[in-house]
């Protein structure tokens, strides 16, 4: 089944609008608004990423309008996400603001919020993202043709399925599936892929790059169909692979 995407691309470094879709900088904040922090360790966490979805061409189901942030922990080589309980967001963390407010209620000092190591994170400065026009990816490309950084569409794997491999802790805040359950081995398509972010890979050095998932690997989010329409984003699962 086709499913509709976006797919975009990083432009060169650049100082970004707190408004601005982005990898990296600093996010868009309101003053009364909690910067986020790593649950267990209380340090600040690294915008990793943001979609101001008024800058996003048309996608069936997801919003029209608002800013998706991406937090990820800069202290930390696998950058917060957690092998075992992808889907909760301890040293990770998914905001999502429905409206925006006037510059002028926003933060703009953040040197209080500054906790990265430049070694751990995957990327080193700003960079705006450029949208390309909605389109539609089938469930069975070619591997090649589902690389990239996307909004929707299918999702690319770097060793396999985590769903059918690791689904019972992938339950979404439930309690678990036991493997003798039939459940545990569903995948990837009862889900929708929020975003994924791939390595930029330089062509003339496969280890450098705007953007690089440890060795060359991707990070994927997913999120349910009925968590998606609610705008919940608290139970997105946070996947990264490698090579």
């Not at 922090?37 to 996608?59: D, S």
Request: glycine share 8%.
């Amino acid at each position: 089944m086709p499913r509709p995407v976006v797919r975009f691309t990083l432009g060169e470094t650049a100082a970004t609008t707190p408004y601005q879709s982005k990898i990296g900088g600093t996010p868009y904040l309101p003053k009364n608004a909690g910067y986020p922090h790593h649950t267990g360790k209380k340090h600040p966490l690294t915008l990793a990423a943001q979609i101001n979805f008024a800058e996003v061409p048309h996608l069936p189901g997801f919003p029209e309008h608002g800013i998706l942030q991406v937090f990820i922990d800069g202290l930390s080589y696998n950058m917060g996400w957690d092998f075992e309980n992808q889907s909760v967001q301890a040293g990770w963390r998914i905001v999502y603001y429905p409206e925006l407010l006037p510059e002028s209620e926003l933060q703009t000092d953040f040197s209080a919020y500054q906790a990265a190591d430049s070694d751990c994170l995957p990327f080193s400065g700003e960079f705006p993202l450029i949208f390309q026009t909605a389109g539609e990816e089938e469930e069975d490309a070619d591997f090649k043709k589902l690389e990239g950084h996307k909004i929707g569409g299918c999702p690319i794997f770097i060793q396999g399925d985590p769903f059918w491999e690791y689904h019972e802790d992938i339950d979404f805040g439930n309690n678990g599936t036991d493997f003798d359950d039939p459940a545990a081995y569903s995948n990837w398509q009862k889900y929708i892929l929020l975003l994924q972010l791939d390595s930029d890979i330089n062509e003339n050095d496969r280890y450098t790059g705007k953007l690089m998932w440890g060795d060359s690997g991707v990070a994927n989010f997913f999120i349910t169909p009925e968590d998606l329409a609610k705008r919940d984003f608290s139970r997105t699962a946070f996947m990264f692979d490698c090579h």
